[in-house]
């Protein structure tokens, strides 16, 4: 882990390369020392259908809610929240200080006893370190 689910409103790929993003933020949550590449998803949502605040058409939002595993202390998880936040504000920095964009970043905390997994990935990065 983490996984980030990113939810965001569709007129944001008019602007943005959104594969792009989810690469960079990736990148980022393993910059960060905290997580391993082989736990890293992330998964981008475009939302065609909403409402946001006014309805201007050029409101906008990005909205991740980010899983990590349990047994990190408080300033670890915010060290792991912060990055992507701050990445996600430099990205949409103009749209935010225009006032049309919203950027949230939640972190949930999974529960190791109802938490199953099995990831073949992590031995084929082992393997291939090696």
């Known amino acids: 882990m983490p996984h980030l689910i990113?939810?965001?409103?569709?007129n944001l790929s008019?602007?943005?390369d959104m594969a792009?993003?989810?690469?960079?933020?990736?990148?980022?949550v393993v910059a960060t020392g905290i997580f391993p590449l082989a736990g890293v998803r992330v998964r981008m949502h475009?939302?065609?259908?909403?409402?946001?605040?006014?309805?201007?058409?050029d409101n906008a939002f990005i909205a991740v809610i980010m899983?990590?595993?349990a047994?990190?202390?408080?300033?670890?998880r915010q060290t792991g929240g912060q990055v992507v936040f701050d990445l996600l504000c430099n990205t949409f920095a103009?749209?935010?200080?225009?006032?049309?964009m919203a950027v949230s970043v939640d972190i949930e905390i999974n529960d190791p006893d109802m938490?199953?997994?099995?990831n073949g990935i992590a031995g084929r990065l082992k393997r291939e370190a090696n």
């Open 14 to 16: 008019d602007q943005h």
């Open 115 to 118: 938490s199953f997994k099995r």
């Open 46 to 57: 475009s939302v065609a259908t909403g409402s946001i605040a006014d309805e201007h058409p």
């Open 71 to 76: 047994g990190r202390d408080l300033e670890t």
């Open 67 to 69: 899983r990590i595993g």
């Open 20 to 28: 792009d993003l989810a690469r960079r933020l990736s990148e980022v």
């Open 6 to 10: 990113v939810e965001h409103s569709a």
């Open 94 to 100: 103009d749209a935010i200080e225009q006032g049309f």
